[in-house]
């Protein structure tokens, strides 16, 4: 009788068992909460903004120029490793580039240089003009002035439609549009 007493008021071995699975569960799901948490504060996002968009066609249709400002916004620098103006791929032998000083201003909009853009033109910064041979690196909180001559499938019958240009990050596409115009004469 003793021994029955004893077993009514002791916890059973599938009460036991579920504590044990149930203890278990809840600490494996703080100690990854909190593995996450720790991680995701000590990384930092990249993020760009592309501002002050042209593309140019010239009078007589032989040329194009586009020309954007691109601002790392991001904690981190910024691999950009394509950009297509229109779905097309662009030539790195086409893209010229400038990084602004830290302490540069760029209120002005970007202007249309009317020969094809080299290494010798001023484009507006106290840097001058680089040829892009691979991927272009920004640093964080930097801007970048960037200059296309002739993107791929931009003529003279396009001015005045809407033209995306997209620049292609290890881990993310920035997407802006701009409107074709016809180059100051």
């Known amino acids: 009788m003793i021994r029955l007493l ?12 579920l504590i044990i699975l149930v203890v278990s569960v809840l600490l494996a799901s703080v100690l990854t909460y909190f593995a996450i948490n720790v991680v995701s504060t000590r990384t930092q996002e990249e993020s760009l903004q592309v501002s002050k968009r042209h593309i140019w066609v010239d009078v ?42 830290t302490d540069e201003d760029i209120t002005t909009d970007l202007t249309y240089i009317a020969t094809p853009v080299a ?5 507006g910064l106290t840097d001058t003009a680089r040829q892009a041979t691979t991927s272009l ?6 801007t970048m002035v960037i200059y296309i001559n002739n993107p791929d499938s931009i003529s003279l019958n396009d001015v ?26």
């Open 6 to 17: 004893k077993n009514r008021l002791a916890l059973s071995t599938v009460v036991s068992t």
């Open 60 to 101: 007589d249709g032989a040329t194009s120029e586009a020309a954007f400002m691109v601002t790392n916004t991001g904690g981190r620098d910024v691999v950009i490793g394509q950009i297509a103006v229109r779905g097309q791929i662009t030539p790195w032998t086409n893209v010229l580039y400038a990084i602004a000083a």
């Open 119 to 123: 290494a010798t033109n001023d484009l």
């Open 137 to 142: 690196i920004l640093p964080s909180g930097a």
């Open 160 to 185: 005045g439609l809407t033209v995306g240009i997209a620049l292609h990050s290890a881990q993310a596409v920035y997407y802006s549009e701009t409107n074709i115009q016809a180059a100051p004469t």
